[in-house]
Structures are given as structure tokens and as C-alpha cells.
């Protein structure tokens, strides 16, 4: 199990969870931003400090963000596929690895 950063970061990128994790297992994409599901240690720091509430334990992500067609689950994991395990997101910066229909979203918060 791990933490899953949802809807409500999209757009947003507030980035004090970031500033809170311990291992450096929180990436940015263009759009949101992502845990590394392989990389959390669960430890639960970003949870609190998510100013949007857009941070879920994996089992109690909300059904809305939970399924398809908006798996936020399944794209904190897809963000990985070709960025693979750096091991920190202090090596990578900021990436242009959205999921596509992440990328496809219309414009949030406005």
C-alpha cells in the first residue's frame, strides 16, 4: 500500500507535501503531482499539509478518483512507466510524464 495524490492536485501543484516527505518520493508532472508507489515508505507526512486534501491512503481514496475512467490510483503508478525508479525527486524535476488523460483534462479551478 501507499499514498495517492488525487483530483484535487491537479492544476494545483501547491508542493508542501514535498517539502514534508521524508525519502524525496513525490514527482512532478506537468499538470499534478505523483508518489512514487514503490518509494513511499507510508510514512504519512504529506497527508496533513495537502492544502487542497488531494492526498489519500491507497484504500481510502474516494470511489470517484478510484476507478476508471479518473484511476488516480493507477496514475500514480502509470507517471512511473517510463521514468522507471530514480530514487528521488530532487534528481528529476519537474517531467512532462502525465498520463494522457490526465494531460486531457480540461482545465482545473477556474
Known amino acids: ?3 495517492v495524490i488525487a483530483e484535487p492536485c491537479v492544476d494545483v501543484l501547491d508542493k508542501a507535501c514535498i517539502d ?3 525519502v ?3 514527482y512532478e ?3 499534478m503531482l505523483y508518489i512514487h508507489p514503490d518509494e513511499c515508505v507510508d510514512c504519512g507526512a504529506c497527508e496533513p499539509v495537502c492544502p487542497v486534501e488531494a492526498i489519500y491512503y491507497e484504500d481510502d481514496t474516494p ?3 478510484n476507478k476508471e475512467p479518473t484511476n488516480y490510483t493507477k496514475a500514480n503508478v502509470d507517471f512511473f512507466d517510463e521514468l522507471g ?3 528521488g525527486a530532487s534528481k528529476v ?3 512532462s510524464h502525465d498520463p494522457q488523460w490526465i494531460k ?3 482545465p482545473q479551478g477556474e
Open 1 to 3: 500500500m501507499t499514498y
Open 20 to 22: 514534508e516527505c521524508p
Open 24 to 26: 524525496d518520493c513525490i
Open 29 to 31: 508532472g506537468d499538470r
Open 63 to 65: 470511489d470517484e478518483w
Open 85 to 87: 525508479s530514480p530514487g
Open 93 to 95: 524535476g519537474k517531467t
Open 104 to 106: 486531457d483534462l480540461p
